[in-house]
């Protein structure tokens, strides 16, 4: 009988016990997997498109929108080589669902943000256009909309005027990511800030954001610096900061997710310690006869301590890769079900502190009954003293 | 029958001690899925009882049709001194309708214990009768903000949870200074808001209106005469919505939000509790199969063993039970916390720990004993006498 035989023999000594423990570790690590995701996505590691570009905003909060004639003194700043603004919208599909709508100038966001892809004669389309709008291809798929459509969309923001609130523009294209990072955040709509300016009762002249795409050497610290300078003490001072930062800025208001999730881990794992590491004392303890009986016919103290690691080892390995496998398909399943809006990512990040939990717990179990088995002396064990 | 039952019941609790290190696994873990359980609902239930307390049935808001939110809302000076002399509003004590129209202003600051990014929070400008209208407001420091100056006052949630607003800070915004001179508490959702002079606000930010008018409703058919005559008025779009169902509808997401996450954690977590229970209850049966099998042997029936079992299983889930509530109780109730409410602006509340909470999950942990202490009781009824006994 090979090593590993004789382990996975005693493993299954008393299959029920077996079973049900492995279930316990797969239920601790699904959960592990699906919570990992979450704070990962809020932490803001994922999801992020390596371009550095900065965001401007009104110093006091993006709520306060800008003029939209600091674009030419941003434009001016140096190292900065593009600038393109884009205004919330607050855009109503049918009664109650939102969408994440900005007007936008056409040209300059095309220029900006270079992973939008979309056909160059649409977004000629789209710039020459007044009514024009553009959808990303998740929001589109969703929510069925073709290009060629009469979009209904209402804002629960802004009037037209004459005082209505339901909007209506052309579909006139549907971009995509280019590359997979991308694809899966195709879901804003666009539409022409010319046109949205004029129609609208409220706000002339304004925009939320400014995204500034800089050269390729330039320092975005300085930059972002330079430009709350320039503004400061005006009456339109602003704050600019990376796109990462902004993003985060934004998940962090939503409070300490991280926190919550710690201690929820923390309860399922002192709890899979205790199911875990009860079990394998008390298949130790049951076994101490036939590991006396091991080393009578010759295995060294230190083998049979390592096979009654091995065994730890065995069951929290593969209880823990059934669950995280489990918590990649049902992450998936969740993206899938909400078309992409929320997404949970079971990724090599995930995975890889998956793994070293699996490491840590069994040595964590495994250790004491090890430490037992290796000690026992053989006259006392066959005595069963 | 029943004396049988009882009879091995004792024995069996009392002989837990013994098997502690097993019995201990069906403790920690329904502790550990009641104490989850619990702190995630009393998280919700917190923020609702907040929102909820903010709301009055005999008070409306007003707002520009079709804003469903505050923030989003405006009105002009001409609409609001409309509204404001409609009937179907109560008189107040100086014998005028009782209204406050109220600007929001979103400005921000910076939680304790974070020094880089700032998050946003309301500042709300009110007419005098905005006290009236909220008598549960009491300035518990300093004193209220003086009509005509550059003064604040802030709610307890605001100085509990972020920095820079206590009474005698000055607090920049919008390149304006303003000096915080006193604390008020609400218990509900105008705690987590910096309040100031309508007026002075307005000429600040340069505003010309408000965003929403608060108003007393004129006993039970007010509410119906106000939105007629809003309604009526062909120089008006305005939604009327009763205080109450304004602030309830701003919890909805929220609730939506943590009861997911509430039922798919502790789902997961029972189901690993299970399958632990099952195996402690397994070997629990395991270690008493002699003893099972000599009180079978002496003429005990299997039904009072299948029970004593089930009641054995039961007993250590209410003590788990029962340890993950008040773990859940002393480490989270009253925890002060704060997140994005729907209007993009911070919301400060607190846990709320509710009797009817932990009830739930006490019924959830003997649930999941019943579950796990089943088939093992099963197999003690089972477990054939004469083989039993034989067994070393």
């Given at each position: 009988m090979t090593r590993a035989g004789f382990i996975s023999a005693s493993l299954f000594r008393k299959k029920t016990r077996t079973i049900l423990t492995v279930l316990s570790v797969v239920m601790a690590f699904l959960l592990f997997g699906l919570l990992q995701a979450l704070t990962h996505v809020f932490s803001g590691g994922a999801n992020f498109v390596g371009a550095t570009r900065l965001v401007t905003q009104a110093r006091v909060s993006f709520t306060q929108p800008l003029p939209v004639s600091m674009l030419p003194k941003l434009e001016s700043v140096p190292g900065v080589a593009r600038v393109t603004h884009a205004q919330w919208f607050g855009g109503v599909w049918q009664t109650n669902t939102p969408v994440f709508t900005f007007a936008v100038d056409p040209s300059s966001y095309h220029d900006v943000y270079s992973e939008w892809v979309m056909p160059e004669e649409q977004w000629r389309t789209f710039a020459t256009t007044r009514t024009a709008m553009v959808a990303g291809k998740m929001i589109a798929d969703q929510l069925g909309w073709k290009v060629g459509q009469k979009i209904p969309l209402a804002s629960n923001i802004y009037p037209q005027k004459g005082g209505s609130k339901a909007w209506a523009f052309d579909l006139v294209g549907i971009y995509d990511g280019k590359d997979d990072a991308s694809k899966k955040q195709t879901m804003q709509v666009f539409i022409n800030h010319d046109y949205f300016d004029e129609a609208n009762d409220f706000a002339k002249g304004r925009t939320n954001f400014f995204t500034l795409k800089l050269a390729p050497d330039a320092n975005p610290e300085a930059i972002g610096k330079a430009i709350d300078a320039m503004f400061?003490?005006?009456?339109?001072e602003t704050k600019t900061q990376t796109e990462k930062d902004f993003n985060l800025g934004f998940v962090k208001q939503l409070g300490d997710i991280g926190l919550m999730v710690r201690w929820i881990l923390f309860a399922v794992f002192f709890t899979l310690l205790l199911v875990v590491g009860n079990t394998m004392a008390q298949s130790v303890r049951e076994r101490v006869p036939e590991l006396a009986v091991l080393k009578t016919l010759g295995f060294t103290d230190g083998s049979v301590l390592g096979f009654v690691l091995a065994e730890s080892v065995a069951l929290c390995l593969l209880g823990g890769l059934i669950g995280l496998g489990l918590a990649t398909v049902l992450g998936g399943a969740v993206e899938k079900m909400t078309g992409g809006q929320f997404q949970l990512p079971v990724d090599g990040f995930v995975w890889s502190v998956g793994i070293a939990t699996i490491a840590a717990m069994s040595l964590a179990v495994g250790l004491l009954p090890a430490l037992r088995a290796q000690r026992l002396r053989i006259v006392d064990a066959l005595a069963a003293r | 029958m029943l004396k049988q039952t009882s009879a091995i019941t004792a024995i069996n609790i009392k002989s837990i001690p013994e098997r502690w290190a097993s019995s201990l696994v069906i403790v920690v873990g329904l502790a550990g899925v009641v104490a989850v359980f619990t702190a995630l609902l009393a998280m919700r239930a917190g923020f609702e009882s907040t929102l909820k307390a903010s709301g009055r049935t005999d008070e409306a808001m007003v707002m520009r049709g079709g804003s469903d939110d505050e923030i989003n809302s405006g009105l002009d000076r001409d609409s609001i001194d409309i509204i404001e002399q409609s009937p179907g509003i109560r008189l107040g004590a100086d014998g005028k309708r009782l209204a406050s129209a109220e600007m929001l202003v979103i400005t921000e600051l910076v939680r304790k214990h974070d020094i880089k990014d700032g998050v946003n929070i309301t500042m709300r400008g009110v007419e005098p009768d905005a006290f009236a209208l909220r008598p549960q407001l009491k300035i518990v420091e300093g004193r209220n903000f003086t009509p005509g100056l550059r003064e604040l006052i802030v709610g307890r949630g605001v100085t509990r949870q972020?920095?820079?607003?206590?009474?005698g800070n000055v607090v920049r915004m919008r390149g304006s200074d303003w000096t915080v001179v006193g604390v008020f508490e609400t218990?509900?959702?105008?705690?987590?808001e910096l309040w100031a002079d309508l007026q002075v606000a307005r000429t600040t930010f340069d505003r010309k209106g408000a965003s929403s008018v608060l108003v007393a409703l004129d006993g039970p058919g007010g509410f119906d005469t106000l939105k007629a005559s809003l309604a009526a008025d062909p120089r008006l779009s305005v939604d009327v919505i009763r205080q109450q169902d304004y602030f309830s509808g701003q919890t909805k997401q929220f609730r939506q939000t943590i009861g997911v996450l509430a039922s798919v954690v502790t789902g997961i977590m029972a189901l690993g509790a299970i399958f632990a229970a099952l195996n402690s209850m397994y070997a629990a049966v395991a270690t008493r199969s002699k003893e099972i099998a000599t009180l079978r042997a002496i003429g005990f029936g299997g039904a009072p063993v299948l029970v004593s079992v089930m009641i054995e299983a039961l007993f250590l889930a209410l003590v788990g039970g029962l340890l993950g509530a008040s773990i859940a109780y002393v480490l989270f109730n009253d925890l002060s916390v704060s997140t994005l409410g729907q209007s993009f602006t911070q919301v400060v509340f607190s846990f709320k720990i509710t009797p009817a909470l932990v009830a739930r999950g006490l019924i959830i942990s003997l649930i999941i004993g019943m579950l796990g202490g089943f088939l093992p009781a099963l197999r003690a009824t089972r477990l054939p006498v004469v083989d039993a006994l034989r067994a070393a």
């Open positions: 400061e003490n005006s009456p339109d | 972020f920095e820079g607003a206590a009474p218990g509900d959702a105008y705690e987590s």
